[in-house]
C-alpha cells in the first residue's frame, strides 16, 4: 500500500497497488485464483447451525465481489464455476452428489449462477463507494443475498414447484443469511477503517 487512499479506490487496488499492466495481470491472476480457492475451502466448511448447517460460500461470494469490483470479482466467481463444470469437487456436497455440469444443472444450479450475479452486483457498488459505509453495505449485502435466493428458488421450483422450492430452497437458510448479511456488512467497513489508520 502506498500514498493516501482515494475515495472510490477498491479494496485490492488499495492493499495491492500496481505500476503497470503485467504487474496488475499477475496481481488480479493472483487475486482471482486464490478467490477461488477460498470459495471452494468456503462450500466445504459446515458449521452447526439451525435448522441445517451453515457454509461460508455466499458470505465469501459476496465479499470477493466488493474487495475486487464487478470485473475481478465476477470473474473470481466465474473461475470457480468453471472449476467445478471441469470436474473438480468445488462444490458443497461434491462428489458425493455428482461433479462437473451434471451437478451444476441439479437443484444448487439457480444459486450458482446468483453467485455470479449477486457478486456483480456488489462489485458494480463498491466501484461506487458502497463498500466504505456500514449502512449501505447492509442494504447491498441484503440484496445481493436476496438475488442468490430469489434465482436459486426460480430454478428449483421449475424442478420441483414453487411451494417445494420455497420450503426448501429458502426457509431453512433464512437466519443464516440474515447472519451472514450482518458479518458481510461489516467485513469492508472495518477493513477500510483498518486500512486508514495504517495509511
Same mark, same amino acid.
Request: proline letters at 5%.
Given at each position: ?5 482515494? !475515495? @472510490? ?15 496488475? *495481470?499477475?496481481? @488480479?491472476?493472483?487475486? #482471482? ?17 439451525? /435448522? ?6 455466499? %458470505? ?13 470479482? +465476477?470473474?473470481?466467481?466465474?473461475? %470457480? ?10 462444490? $458443497? ?13 441439479? /437443484? ?5 449462477? +446468483?453467485?455470479?450475479? #449477486? ?6 457498488? $463498491? ?6 459505509? *456500514? /449502512? ?20 428449483? !421450483? ?5 411451494? !417445494?422450492?420455497?420450503? @426448501? +430452497? ?5 437466519? $443464516?443469511?440474515?447472519?451472514?448479511? !450482518? *458479518?458481510? $456488512?461489516?467485513?469492508?467497513? #472495518?477493513?477500510? #477503517? ?6
Amino acid at each position: 500500500m502506498s500514498g493516501s487512499v482515494t !475515495a @472510490n479506490e477498491l479494496l485490492y487496488r488499495a492493499i495491492w497497488p500496481a505500476a503497470d499492466r503485467r504487474v496488475a *495481470l499477475v496481481r @488480479n491472476l493472483v487475486i #482471482a485464483i486464490v478467490g477461488s480457492l477460498v470459495l471452494w475451502a468456503s462450500a466445504k466448511v459446515q458449521i452447526p447451525f439451525y /435448522p441445517v448447517p451453515l457454509t461460508m460460500q455466499t %458470505y465469501v461470494v459476496l465479499v470477493i465481489g466488493a474487495i475486487c469490483g464487478w470485473r475481478l470479482g +465476477g470473474a473470481t466467481v466465474l473461475l %470457480y464455476l468453471m472449476q467445478g463444470a471441469l470436474g473438480l469437487p468445488v462444490f $458443497a456436497g461434491t462428489p458425493e452428489k455428482g461433479i462437473g455440469l451434471a451437478y451444476m444443472v441439479g /437443484p444448487t444450479g439457480g444459486y450458482l449462477v +446468483g453467485f455470479v450475479a #449477486a457478486a456483480l452486483l456488489i462489485g458494480w457498488l $463498491a466501484e461506487r463507494g458502497w463498500d466504505r459505509s *456500514l /449502512p449501505r453495505m447492509i442494504v447491498a449485502m441484503t440484496v445481493g443475498h436476496l438475488l442468490i435466493l430469489a434465482l436459486g428458488m426460480g430454478y428449483l !421450483a421449475t424442478l420441483i414447484g414453487v411451494d !417445494a422450492a420455497w420450503a @426448501n +430452497g429458502v426457509v431453512p437458510f433464512i437466519w $443464516a443469511t440474515v447472519l451472514k448479511t !450482518a *458479518l458481510a $456488512a461489516v467485513t469492508l467497513p #472495518a477493513a477500510w #477503517a483498518v486500512l486508514r489508520r495504517i495509511d
